[in-house]
């Protein structure tokens, strides 16, 4: 790991900025997805309550039913399947500003292939404003920022029915889990609440916490905000946020008239304990992956495949196939009226070339089929739906369109990544006894 070194004008001496903590490489913290039914400092395992990570039936049937009855909306939020859309919208800092346009980069790729046609999909982000300053009353440069981009956009608070958050308190430093505990639940609570009252027709809103946070750099500016257990604690606040909701807490009620917030739960969980692989799905965060400058030093996640690109496509596959949002989120009789690609934003081409992969499902055993050649030295890689690499293998291709592999996976959902010096295909696969 090169150090790196920022040299300052100066008289006699100078200023050093440290090279992130590549030891700090694990915490031995449980991730809530494996600590399940255990307990840390009183507060249960699990993504929601009981120490489980399926989301509750009865929230789910909810969820679900929210889905279902979402409609494109106007500028002055009529249902209009000509001229209007569902917004989905990634709001916090510069960690979910990184993360959210990754996977809009990515969805681009593929020119929203298999998309909602009436969904458009918007990040607002406001870099180095945290959960404190999107709940501030009195200094609304965050909500003033997000105005400004709304206006030059052309769209309304009145579209915007579901949105993805992922955000960090930075004033919330103590080391006393109690005391964090209870500041950043409230101001959670008072986030949801805003929410609901800057958009008027928000249905839904999913929450992600940040990755790992071991390896930052002990001189980076907000240390000691995100400085591992901080991203951890993190975590176990929204899992508890979301569980008042379950539990009927009045103050997350959003059902009945004038809802205090809207309908909340996951998005895909990005903590994992550094280097130590998360039994859950595999995930890992190496010191590697990590930017090493002054800003990014251990925090931010460097722009490639196996950096961003993880959490690009953690984000893909959870809203692709989540049962809740895969109504809004993909094709299907419930958009048939929308017109197609009229709210797309993408300058890339329409794909002329696809991937066919059969049988799908399968038990292994796979042809893969491209409809032009496959030419050089081909990079197939596979990644489960939580966007983590399972399995990868060079061949060597001349002038064919077809590929067998034979894959000893388990049964699940998984993404299939063809790369040649010139092109990249993706396609799902499902593994099925």
């Known amino acids: ?128 404003k945290d959960l404190d300053q999107m709940i501030d009353f009195e200094n609304n440069s965050y909500w003033e920022s997000v105005n400004d981009k709304m206006i030059s956009r052309g769209d309304t608070y009145e579209q915007v029915q579901v949105i993805w958050v992922l955000q960090q308190s930075f004033e919330d430093t103590t080391a006393e889990f109690n005391v964090y505990y209870d500041s950043v639940i409230n101001k959670f609570v008072t986030l949801m609440q805003v929410l609901k009252d800057t958009f008027p027709n928000l249905k839904q809103v999913f929450l992600s916490g940040v990755h790992y946070m071991g390896y930052m750099d002990p001189l980076h500016f907000r240390y000691d905000a995100f400085v591992e257990p901080h991203g951890y604690w993190g975590n176990i606040v929204i899992k508890e946020l979301i569980a008042k909701q379950i539990m009927g807490d009045p103050a997350l009620r959003y059902t009945g008239p004038h809802p205090n917030a809207a309908w909340i739960s996951w998005g895909p969980n990005f903590w994992a304990d550094g280097k130590n692989p998360r039994a859950y799905d595999g995930l890992t965060w190496h010191c590697d992956q990590f930017r090493d400058d002054e800003t990014g030093g251990g925090f931010h996640l460097e722009d490639s495949v196996n950096s961003l690109g993880f959490e690009a496509q953690m984000l893909k596959s959870f809203f692709s196939f989540d049962a809740v949002t895969t109504i809004w989120h993909q094709d299907g009789p419930l958009w048939a009226l929308c017109p197609e690609d009229t709210l797309r934003q993408s300058n890339i081409p329409t794909k002329t070339n696809s991937l066919l992969i059969y049988p799908n ?73």
């Open 361 to 433: 499902p399968s038990i292994g055993d796979i042809v893969i089929k491209n409809t032009i050649d496959m030419v050089g030295e081909i990079h197939i890689k596979i990644a489960n739906e939580m966007g983590v690499m399972v399995w990868e293998d060079v061949q060597s291709v001349q002038h064919s369109n077809y590929i067998t592999l034979q894959l000893d996976l388990p049964n699940g959902m998984y993404f299939i990544q063809i790369q040649n010096a010139n092109q990249n295909w993706t396609q799902s696969l499902v593994i099925q006894d």
């Open 1 to 128: 790991m090169r150090t790196l070194l920022i040299v300052m004008a100066c008289l006699t001496t100078c200023t050093a900025f440290s090279q992130i903590q590549c030891s700090n490489d694990s915490t031995g913290l449980i991730p809530l997805v494996e600590l399940g039914a255990g307990y840390y400092m009183g507060h249960q395992g699990g993504l929601f309550p009981g120490g489980n990570n399926t989301i509750p039936l009865a929230h789910k049937k909810k969820g679900i039913g929210i889905s279902k009855a979402l409609k494109p909306l106007d500028t002055l939020g009529n249902v209009n399947y000509e001229e209007g859309k569902i917004i989905f919208l990634g709001l916090g800092a510069s960690l979910a500003s990184n993360a959210f346009n990754a996977y809009i980069d990515s969805v681009k790729i593929y020119d929203f292939e298999g998309m909602n046609n009436c969904l458009d999909v918007k990040g607002l982000f406001f870099g180095g």
